[in-house]
T-cell receptor, first 112, second 114 residues
Framework: DAGVTQSPTHLIKTRGQHVTLRCSPI?????VSWYQQVLGQGPQFIFQ???????GRGNFPDRFSARQFPNYSSELNVNALLLGDSALYLC???????????FGEGSRLTVL | KQEVTQIPAALSVPEGENLVLNCSFT??????LQWFRQDPGKGLTSLLL?????REQTSGRLNASLDKSSGRSTLYIAASQPGDSATYLC?????????????FGTGTRLTIIP
């Protein structure tokens, strides 16, 4: 069975641009969550979606938004990119909202 | 605000030794605690999940314990191997009905010396 898949794996953007990151959960998993990991630090929670409803939100500005589709895949959108948004963006899925998390390999975003 | 601390930040031990990694959290109202490993530039691999009602979980050479009252968890690795070299992260899911948040520690970078 396929694990959590994320796309793109790497991307480079300039300040002020917009980015969309995509995540496909493990088949049967209903929850998807997003994290930002800056080099040398632990991941920071951004959003969790369960059954297409937002379940949790971390301390990120409104420039960050997400949604979950009927097939349980998810998108993370970041508007008006700043240099500080450069990070590894990780997606995780779980069967239920408080279940064991399984992570994808991440999307590495560089903002110039 | 939940804070999660992992000590030490880095650890080097000879192959074959048993070792313990520590994770402390400030808010005991948790749903569960999960341990992960992360290889450089990669995603996270789940190692063990402990529910708030459990005291410990075991998988192979790994054993994780949870003491909610003291806000502590330990990950015990038996008979360490070079392949165990990675960063180990603990993460706590805080109970906050309708707005649950997962908080990660900053990790322990483990190096096993052959």
């Amino acid at each position: 069975d396929a694990g959590v898949t994320q796309s793109p794996t790497h991307l480079i953007k300039t300040r002020g641009q917009h980015v969309t990151l995509r995540c496909s959960p493990i088949s049967g998993h209903k929850s998807v969550s997003w994290y930002q990991q800056v080099l040398g630090q632990g991941p920071q929670f951004i959003f969790q979606y369960y059954e297409k409803e937002e379940r949790g939100r971390g301390n990120f500005p409104d420039r960050f938004s997400a949604r979950q589709f009927p097939n349980y895949s998810s998108e993370l959108n970041v508007n008006a990119l700043l240099l500080g948004d450069s990070a590894l963006y990780l997606c995780a899925s779980s069967l239920e909202w408080a279940g064991e998390l399984f992570f994808g390999e991440g999307s590495r975003l560089t903002v110039l | 605000k939940q804070e999660v601390t992992q000590i030490p930040a880095a650890l080097s031990v000879p192959e074959g030794e048993n070792l313990v990694l520590n994770c402390s959290f400030t808010d005991s109202a948790i749903y569960n605690l999960q341990w992960f490993r992360q290889d450089p530039g990669k995603g996270l691999t789940s190692l063990l999940l402990i529910q708030s009602s459990q005291r410990e979980q075991t998988s192979g050479r790994l054993n994780a314990s949870l003491d909610k009252s003291s806000g502590r968890s330990t990950l015990y690795i038996a008979a360490s191997q070079p392949g165990d070299s990675a960063t180990y992260l603990c993460a706590v899911l805080l109970s906050d009905f309708g707005n649950e948040k997962l908080t990660f520690g900053t990790g322990t970078r483990l190096t096993i010396i052959p």
